[in-house]
C-alpha cells in the first residue's frame, strides 16, 4: 500500500518569518494529482502545522504502515540552521532560535526510523536544510528493448528496500514561487513528470523524477536540486516507484 504525508507551511504565527505563497498550492497540487492518478491509501495532509501538528501526522504515519509500503513524506515550508543543526520552521515557529519551538531535523530521524516501510522517500522544498538528513530516463523509452530494460530496473528496484531524499537545495537559500504560477518550480517540475508518467501510463522512479526535477532548475546557478541516500538510513539498492492506475 502507498501513503504519503504532505506538508505545506505557509502562514506563520510569528510576523517575523515572511509569508510563503507556494507550500500549501504546492501540497494542494501534489495531493491532486496522487489521488488522481496514482493508488495511495491514505494521503494525510498538515498546511501551516504547528510542532505538535506535524509530530503527530508523523505519529500517525508510522501506526498506519507496514515494513511492506511505500510512504512518500514531502516538507515545503522555511528552514533554518544553527551550528551546522538543521531545522524546518512549523507555524508556531519563534523567528529566534532557542525556544524550542523549531523541529531539528535530528528528531525527525527518529520519526523516519520509526515508520515502517519498504521503501521511504522524503522530498524537501525548504531552505538551508535539503542535505542535512543523515538510471534511464523515462523520456527517451523509444524502442522495445528500453522498455523491457526499463521494467527490469524497475522490479529489482521495487523488491529492493529504498531510503531517499530529494530537495529542493542543498544549504542555501530556494525560491518561493515561479513567476505568473502559485507554486515552486520544485513542485511544478514534480507535478509536471507525475502528470506526464499517468498521461504515458509509464512506472515512475525518483531516480527519474531527481532528473527531470533537476533540468527544470538548468540555467539556475543559485539553486540545484539535491539527490541523496542518507547513510543511517539502511537504503538497500531499491528506489520508490509511483505507479499510475
Request: contains cysteine; hydrophobic residues 35%.
Amino acid at each position: 500500500k502507498y501513503y504519503a504525508l504532505l506538508i505545506g507551511n505557509s502562514t506563520y504565527d510569528d510576523k517575523g518569518w515572511d509569508r510563503l505563497v507556494s507550500p500549501e498550492n504546492d501540497i494542494n497540487a501534489i495531493e491532486k494529482v496522487l489521488n488522481k492518478s496514482y493508488k495511495f491509501e491514505e494521503i494525510i495532509t498538515v498546511k501551516s502545522g504547528t510542532k505538535k501538528e506535524i509530530f503527530g501526522a508523523f505519529k500517525k504515519l508510522s501506526k498506519l504502515t507496514t515494513t511492506n509500503d511505500y510512504v512518500l513524506i514531502y516538507y515545503s515550508g522555511h528552514g533554518e540552521t544553527r551550528a551546522e543543526q538543521a531545522y524546518w520552521i512549523p507555524a508556531d515557529g519563534s523567528k529566534e532560535w532557542g525556544n524550542g519551538d523549531w523541529i531539528n531535523i535530528n528528531e525527525l530521524n527518529i520519526f523516519l526510523t520509526e515508520i515502517k516501510a519498504h521503501h521511504l522517500a522524503v522530498m524537501v522544498d525548504s531552505c538551508y536544510v535539503g542535505g542535512k538528513f543523515k538510471g534511464t530516463n523515462i523520456l527517451d523509452l523509444k524502442k522495445d528493448e528500453d522498455v523491457n530494460l526499463w521494467n527490469d530496473n524497475l522490479n529489482d528496484e521495487l523488491n529492493l528496500r529504498s531510503r531517499s531524499v530529494l530537495s529542493s537545495g542543498s544549504t542555501g537559500r530556494v525560491s518561493d514561487t515561479v513567476a505568473g504560477t502559485n507554486h515552486s518550480r520544485f513542485a511544478l517540475a514534480f507535478v509536471n513528470i507525475l502528470n506526464f508518467a499517468e498521461k504515458e501510463s509509464v512506472p515512475l522512479n525518483m531516480v527519474n523524477i531527481a532528473i527531470n526535477v533537476r533540468n527544470a532548475f538548468a540555467g539556475n546557478f543559485n539553486q540545484k536540486p539535491f539527490y541523496y541516500h542518507p547513510d543511517t538510513w539502511e537504503h538497500g539498492g531499491g528506489d520508490f516507484i509511483f505507479i499510475p492506475k
